[in-house]
């Protein structure tokens, strides 16, 4: 049984992470969150230490290091900013890093993080997980038996739609979730280059605090994509039917419908984790990189490569 300890236990995605910790036959034996609305650790284990405050956090988990009781893993749903931060922690208490997406917000910190592990000799494990989703897995196994230098057409819509709170939230601040396309994003971009490869060529053509857009060229494919936290994006026909999210992806017009087990992805990523197969820090490069640069690319003029959402609301 390994010894876990969980940092940003009040999260939204904190549940997926006990749960996982929990039905891999683990044990989480602290969490801390600055936030103490984490009942839900009672449903998994009650009998967990919490903290609210980071250093008394540090000062336990020393001590139980000193004890000979040190962690195997820290778990991190923290704040995207944050990320860096306590992914250095856990190495440096003698623990492996398990770690939501983004792993970080700037590129230059992936060569930092694995100078870390070389001085520690621990890993880190990302949450990378629409790489383990079957429908994704035969998608990619499609592709790469296509003729060489075919490319495929792709839409990618997602719009998750969320109340005034996002914007007042850290969610809404640049600077500490990375911005749209980072904060839902991130691991749709991963997804993108795993199935199709390298990134070729990366357009903006709208970014704003709830939505953006633009075009991605891959190796194997050409993609228009949009995201959106507005409701009012929403399809008039899923809005009519109370439906308050959008996701779609399309392959040469072929719908990929990977909605189902999607929040049972969190226990395989511990499972191939414990078992050494774990997706590790180089393999989140070119997801941040592609994010970093719509972050920050100017506005490209509508064309023929925007997505079709832009264009009915232009």
């Not at 917000?105 to 383990?132: S, Y």
């Not at 592709?143 to 057409?153: F, I, L, Q, S, Y």
Request: hydrophobic residues 40%; aromatic residues 10%; proline residues 4%.
């Amino acid at each position: 049984m390994n010894r876990f300890a969980l940092v940003g236990a009040a999260g939204y995605i904190a549940p997926r992470h006990m749960k996982a910790i929990r039905d891999t036959g683990n044990d989480l034996v602290a969490a801390m969150d600055v936030n103490d609305s984490v009942g839900i650790l009672d449903s998994h284990f009650p009998e967990a230490q919490f903290f609210t405050e980071f250093e008394q956090f540090d000062a336990f988990v020393e001590t139980e290091r000193r004890a000979g009781r040190g962690l195997d893993y820290v778990s991190i749903a923290s704040p995207n900013y944050l990320h860096d931060a306590h992914m250095r922690f856990a190495l440096r208490c003698g623990a492996d890093a398990i770690c939501e997406k983004p792993l970080v917000l700037d590129p230059g910190d992936i060569d930092g993080l694995q100078e870390v592990e070389r001085a520690t000799g621990k890993r880190i494990h990302t949450i990378l997980q629409l790489r383990l989703h079957p429908a994704i897995r035969d998608l990619r196994d499609r592709v790469a038996a296509m003729p060489a230098g075919r490319k495929t057409e792709v839409d990618l819509t997602y719009i998750t739609s969320r109340g005034n709170w996002y914007l007042k939230s850290w969610k809404g601040v640049t600077g500490k979730s990375g911005g749209i396309a980072t904060n839902i994003g991130v691991h749709f971009y991963d997804m993108l280059h795993f199935v199709y490869g390298a990134l070729q060529e990366n357009i903006v053509h709208l970014n704003t605090p709830t939505k953006a857009a633009g075009y991605l060229e891959y190796e194997r494919a050409r993609v228009r994509w949009f995201l959106s936290l507005d409701v009012n994006d929403v399809p008039a026909e899923e809005r009519a039917a109370g439906r308050r999210t959008f996701r779609a992806v399309t392959a040469d017009g072929e719908n990929v419908e990977f909605s189902e087990g999607f929040t049972e992805l969190h226990t395989r990523i511990y499972e191939e984790v414990l078992a050494g197969r774990g997706f590790g820090v180089e393999e989140n490069r070119v997801a941040i990189e592609t994010v970093a640069h719509i972050r920050d690319a100017p506005i490209a003029r509508h064309g023929d490569l925007v997505h079709p959402f832009v264009r009915e609301k232009a």
